[in-house]
T-cell receptor, first 116, second 116 residues
Framework: AQKITQTQPGMFVQEKEAVTLDCTYD???????LFWYKQPSSGEMIFLIY??????QNATEGRYSLNFQKARKSANLVISASQLGDSAMYFC?????????????FGTGTSLTVIP | DSGVTQTPKHLITATGQRVTLRCSPR?????VYWYQQSLDQGLQFLIQYYNGEERAKGNILERFSAQQFPDLHSELNLSSLELGDSALYFCASSVGGPSGVTYEQYFGPGTRLTVT
């Protein structure tokens, strides 16, 4: 089974609107971390936000928030007030456990296009 | 700027050749990860080092090897190159402290390898 599933290959959003990018994960480990990364057309991978499995509150970083629904195993990224610069690929990732030897798993990504 | 450096930025070589990609992690980060990103395979985890020791192995081919040196920089060696090895190779680093807890990874700008 896929560890990380992103079902939206492409999304469009009007500038200044909010958009939700979906991510579901699969793990039996009670301790895990969930991450979102942004990859603009220039290619670099930019860390956006982190949510730990034991965190009680949803993570927020500026215009980014993570809608963490543990029972549903979903970790959707919400971008508020979209800007043209938000157009990029977005990757959801997960790290299981607390061991330095645990690898990160990435989803296939969602391409977001912000329309002026 | 993530603080992770990778050289070279671009590399063009022929099939059958061997290349070495270099990565310097962020100051203070002990863990280094290597990823391969190709159009058909997405972002694939290759290998992780922590403070000079191999800690996790992903989908790394036997033709590929890596090491982390005492100054914590890392090299990824790719040999007997094939056309299918053409991809963007990312290095990432994270804190990975003695307790084993890791948080976000910071990615370098990547090395784009083209095998002709």
């Amino acid at each position: 089974a896929q560890k990380i599933t992103q079902t939206q290959p492409g999304m469009f959003v009007q500038e200044k609107e909010a958009v939700t990018l979906d991510c579901t994960y699969d793990t039996s480990d009670p301790s895990y971390g969930l991450f979102w990364y942004k990859q603009p057309s220039s290619g670099e991978m930019i860390f956006l936000i982190y949510q730990g499995s034991y965190d009680q509150q949803n993570a927020t970083e500026g215009r980014y928030s993570l809608n963490f629904q543990k029972a549903r195993k979903s970790a959707n990224l919400v971008i508020s007030a979209s800007q043209l610069g938000d157009s990029a690929m977005y990757f959801c990732a997960m790290r299981e456990g607390r061991n330095t030897g645990n690898q990160f798993y990435f989803g296939t990504g969602t391409s977001l296009t912000v329309i002026p | 700027d993530s603080g992770v450096t990778q050289t070279p930025k671009h590399l063009i070589t022929a099939t059958g050749q061997r290349v070495t990609l270099r990565c310097s992690p962020r100051s203070g980060d002990l863990s280094v990860y290597w990823y391969q990103q190709s159009l058909d395979q997405g972002l694939q985890f290759l290998i992780q080092y922590y403070n000079g020791e191999e800690r996790a192995k992903g989908n790394i081919l036997e033709r590929f090897s890596a090491q982390q040196f005492p100054d914590l920089h890392s090299e990824l060696n790719l040999s007997s190159l094939e056309l299918g090895d053409s991809a963007l190779y990312f290095c990432a680093s994270s804190v990975g402290g003695p307790s084993g807890v890791t948080y976000e990874q910071y990615f370098g700008p990547g090395t784009r390898l083209t095998v002709t």
